[in-house]
C-alpha cells in the first residue's frame, strides 16, 4: 500500500484535455461521416400539418430530409423517467423546439442551411405557459418508481395548529438549465443492419446502451462510447429523442451521422430543472424543537409526463421532528419535458432552510444552534428505523463555524456595515441523498507489470480516472503512472450512471477490492516461484509498495519481474450489487456585502465543512464544492430561464441572457472535510451534489442579516433588493 488515497493527486488525464489528446464525442473520427440538422417546431401545442421539404432537397450535398412521414417507428424506451414520447412518429407537436424533421448532407453548413429551408405548416392550439395561470389544476402525479408523492408521518396539520411558534410561507424558484459547455452530441455508425456504435455524449453509457436497444429491439446490438464529457449536470443522464432519431437516420441512410445540438436547441431537448413554487408551514416549541412540517410543492410537468424531478428529500429526513405531511404536486404546461438538475432537491431545500432561518429569529435561537437542536440522530419513517452510521453533520457545524468566525456575528440585522457596505453572514445545513448503482470492474496486470483497470462508468469532469487510478495503485502497491483507467465504452463492464452522486459509492468498492485480488495474486505467484527472491515466503510477510514487493530479511521483488517471469497476465474482477442508497451532508457560511445607495450585492466570502466519508482526493474533492458552491451562487442571484407567456417559447436560450457566474463573481472559498483518514475505502459518500444545495439560502440568510430584507423568490435580483 502506498498511502495515495486521499492525497491531493493531479488529474491523470489532465495533459490529455489541455493538450487536446483527450477525444470528446464530437472529435471522433468516423470516415465518411454525414452531418445532421434539426428543423424545430415553432409552435408549442398544435399539430404539423404539412412539410415542404424540396428546396432543402435540392439544396447543395443534401443526402436526404426525414419526417414523420419516413423515419422509422421507434419503440418508446421503457425509462423510468423523462421522455415519454419520441418525436417525428406521428404529427402532434407538444412542445416548442420539438423536432419536427431531420435534414442528412455531406458538410454541417449544407445541413444547417437546407434545414432553414424546411416549410413547415401548422394547427396551432393556444399553449399553457405559466404555472401561475394553472395552478387549480394541479395534481398528485403517481409515485415515481419507489418514490412517493405523498408522504404522512404523525398529525402535521394538527401539530402545527397547536405549536406555540409558526413559520408560514412560500419560496419559489424559476425554470433554469444545466448549460454544460459541451453541447450534447450523437455519432451513430451501423457496422450493418444489427450492430451499432454510438459515440455519444453521455453520463452512461450502460443505459444509453439499454434505452437504444429498447428503441431498435433486441435483435440490435448497441455499443455506446464516451471516454470524456464536457459537463453534464444531469443533462446527459436520460437518453433523449436526438439520440434515437441520428441512430434512425443513420441506419436509413447507410452512412455514419453526426448531430451536435446547437445551444439554444438545448433549452428545448435535453431536460432543465423545473420551475417550483414551496408552500412551507413549520411549528416548534418555545425551546426551539421542531413539531411540525407541512410541504406543499408544486412543480411544472408536461402534458406527457407527469413526473417530479425536484424531490423533498432533505424536508423528510434532515431535521427530527414527530409530525411530517409532505405532498409534491404536479401542473401540466405545454413546455419541453423537465429533468434532474444538479441537486435536484435545492429547490425543496431551499425553502426548509430559509424557513429554519426565520424561525431562529422567531424564536430568538442562533440558527446553528436552532439545528443543532433539531439534529437527527436516527432515521425517520417512512425509512426503515436505525441511527445514521458515523453520521458528522455536527462536527461540519462546528468546523465551519470556527473558521468562518461565527461567534462574533451581531445578530441583529441592518447592524454590521463596513464602509458604505451592510455586510450580511448567514448559513444553511448541505445535504443529498447519494445513490449506489451495482457495477463490476475487470483489473489488469500485464506481463510488463503494468495495471490497466476498465470499467463502463464515466469521466464526467469530476476526475473519475483519476480517483479510480489512485485506488488502483494504492491497493496494488503499483507507481500512480503504472496504471491505466479506461472508462466510457460499453465493451468494458457494466457499471454506474455518473448521476445522483453514485459513481464513487458505486465503483470505489469493486476497484479496491480487484486491486487486492491481484496483489494477493501476484504475491502468490512470486512466494511459489523458486526462481523469485521471495520464493518460499508468507504470502502474509509480503508488502506491495511502489512497484516491489517487500518481503522478510530485506528480500525485495518487482511486480515487473514477476509477471515477466509468469508470462502472462493476471486478470481479477469485482462487483458492487448493493444498491442502497446513502446522505452525504455538511454546512455552509456565507457572507454577503450591499451598497445600499446601488443595490449593488456581493458574495465575498463562502466557507464550507462536509462529511464525505473516507475523502479520496482532497484536490477533485475541493474541486466539487468551488464548482457547487458558484453553482448555488448561480441559482440564488442569476439564473433564470425565460419564457413567453403567450407562445410558450425560451426567449434566453443562449449564454449571453442566461446568466451563469464567471471566474469574476467566485468569491473566497474555504473548503473543510470531516475526514476518515486510513479509513477503507468503502466508507464513503455520494458527495459531488452536496456542496451547493444550501448555498442558496446561506446567501438569502445572509442578505436578511445584512437589510434586513427577506427573499423567498429566487433569484435574487437587484429589484428585489431596492
Not at 300 to 306: F, L, M
Not at 336 to 354: A, D, I, N, V
Not at 433 to 442: E, G, Q
Request: aromatic share 6%.
Amino acid at each position: 500500500m502506498s498511502g495515495l488515497v486521499g492525497r491531493g493527486v493531479a488529474r491523470v488525464d489532465g495533459r490529455a484535455k489541455v493538450t487536446g489528446a483527450a477525444r470528446y464525442a464530437a472529435d471522433q473520427q468516423v470516415p465518411g461521416v454525414l452531418h445532421g440538422a434539426l428543423v424545430m417546431s415553432t409552435i408549442a401545442r398544435g399539430e404539423v400539418l404539412e412539410i415542404d421539404r424540396r428546396a432543402a432537397l435540392a439544396h447543395p450535398g443534401v443526402v436526404a430530409v426525414y419526417t414523420h412521414d419516413d423515419m422509422p417507428k421507434l419503440r418508446t424506451p421503457e425509462f423510468p423517467y423523462n421522455r415519454t414520447f419520441v418525436p417525428m412518429q406521428d404529427t402532434r407537436v407538444h412542445h416548442q423546439g420539438q423536432p419536427v424533421a431531420y435534414v442528412v448532407a455531406e458538410t454541417l453548413e449544407q445541413a444547417q442551411e437546407a434545414a432553414a429551408l424546411v416549410k413547415v405548416r401548422y394547427r396551432a392550439e393556444d399553449p399553457v405557459a405559466r404555472m401561475a395561470d394553472a395552478l387549480d389544476e394541479a395534481f398528485l402525479p403517481d409515485n415515481f418508481r419507489d418514490r412517493p408523492n405523498e408522504i404522512v408521518r404523525g398529525d402535521a396539520a394538527a401539530a402545527f395548529e397547536q405549536a406555540a411558534v409558526r413559520v408560514d410561507q412560500t419560496y419559489s424558484s424559476p425554470m433554469q438549465h444545466h448549460n454544460p459547455i459541451e453541447p450534447h452530441t450523437t455519432t451513430a455508425v451501423w457496422e450493418d443492419e444489427r450492430t451499432l456504435t454510438l459515440y455519444e455524449s453521455t453520463q452512461g453509457v450502460v443505459l444509453a446502451r439499454a434505452r437504444v436497444g429498447e428503441a431498435f429491439g433486441e435483435e440490435v446490438s448497441v455499443r455506446v462510447v464516451s471516454p470524456y464529457l464536457g459537463g453534464g449536470f444531469g443533462a446527459k443522464g436520460p437518453t433523449y429523442p436526438h439520440t434515437l432519431l441520428t441512430a434512425a437516420a443513420a441506419r436509413v441512410c447507410g452512412r455514419p451521422v453526426r448531430l451536435v445540438l446547437s445551444r439554444a436547441q438545448m433549452y428545448t431537448s435535453n431536460g432543465h430543472r423545473a420551475e417550483y413554487r414551496h408552500h412551507l408551514r413549520l411549528g416548534a416549541t418555545r425551546e426551539g424543537r421542531l413539531t411540525a412540517i407541512v410541504s406543499t410543492s408544486t412543480s411544472q410537468v408536461t402534458r406527457v409526463d407527469g413526473h417530479i424531478y425536484n424531490g423533498s428529500d432533505s424536508t423528510v429526513r434532515l431535521y427530527a421532528c414527530p409530525n411530517l405531511h409532505v405532498r409534491q404536486e404536479g401542473v401540466r404546461l405545454d413546455l419541453p419535458t423537465s429533468s434532474y438538475m444538479r441537486s435536484p432537491e435545492t429547490t425543496s431545500h431551499f425553502g426548509l432552510e430559509t424557513a429554519m432561518d426565520e424561525l431562529s429569529y422567531e424564536l430568538g435561537i442562533d440558527p446553528v444552534e436552532l439545528r443543532i437542536r433539531n439534529h437527527a440522530d436516527a432515521r425517520q419513517p417512512p425509512d426503515p428505523e436505525g441511527p445514521y452510521e458515523d453520521k458528522r453533520l455536527l462536527e461540519c457545524y462546528r468546523a465551519a463555524a470556527e473558521a468562518f468566525g461565527w461567534a462574533r456575528r451581531d445578530p441583529r440585522p441592518g447592524r454590521t456595515r463596513d464602509g458604505d457596505e451592510y455586510v450580511g453572514w448567514g448559513m444553511a445545513t448541505e445535504t443529498h441523498t447519494h445513490a449506489v448503482i451495482p457495477s463490476t470492474v475487470r483489473l489488469t496486470v500485464g506481463s510488463d507489470g503494468r495495471a490497466t483497470l476498465r470499467t463502463a462508468t464515466q469521466e464526467i469532469g469530476t476526475g473519475t480516472y483519476t480517483v479510480l487510478t489512485q485506488i488502483v495503485a494504492d491497493g496494488l502497491g503499483l507507481p500512480l503512472d503504472h496504471v491505466t483507467t479506461l472508462l466510457g465504452d460499453t465493451a468494458y463492464p457494466p457499471a454506474s450512471l455518473s448521476a445522483g452522486s453514485s459513481t464513487m459509492p458505486s465503483v470505489a468498492r469493486p476497484a479496491a477490492q480487484a486491486a487486492a485480488e491481484a496483489r494477493a495474486a501476484v504475491i502468490a505467484l512470486a512466494v511459489a516461484d523458486p526462481r523469485s527472491p521471495l520464493h518460499g515466503a508468507s504470502a502474509d510477510d509480503v508488502v506491495a509498495r511502489d512497484g516491489s514487493l517487500l518481503g522478510p530479511g530485506g528480500r525485495r521483488d518487482t511486480y515487473r519481474e514477476v509477471m515477466r517471469r509468469h508470462g502472462r497476465s493476471v486478470q481479477t474482477t469485482s462487483d458492487e450489487q448493493d444498491s442502497t442508497p446513502g446522505h452525504a451532508f455538511g454546512a455552509a457560511f456565507v457572507e454577503v456585502r450591499i451598497q445600499p445607495r446601488l443595490g449593488r450585492l456581493r458574495v465575498t466570502r463562502v466557507v464550507t465543512a462536509h462529511d464525505l466519508g473516507r475523502v479520496l482526493n482532497r484536490r477533485t474533492a475541493r474541486g466539487q464544492v468551488i464548482g457547487g458552491v458558484m453553482w448555488g451562487l448561480g441559482f440564488a442571484l442569476m439564473e433564470r430561464t425565460m419564457v413567453d407567456p403567450d407562445t410558450a417559447r425560451v426567449v434566453n436560450p443562449n449564454l449571453s441572457t442566461y446568466l451563469v457566474p464567471v471566474c469574476a463573481d467566485t468569491p473566497s472559498i474555504e473548503a473543510l472535510f470531516v475526514d476518515r483518514p486510513g479509513a477503507e475505502v468503502t466508507k464513503i459518500r455520494g458527495f459531488g451534489e452536496t456542496p451547493g444545495t444550501g448555498v442558496p439560502a446561506a446567501i438569502g440568510n445572509a442578505i436578511y442579516h445584512a437589510i434586513g430584507r427577506r427573499l423567498r423568490d429566487a433569484p435574487f435580483t437587484l429589484d428585489k433588493l431596492l
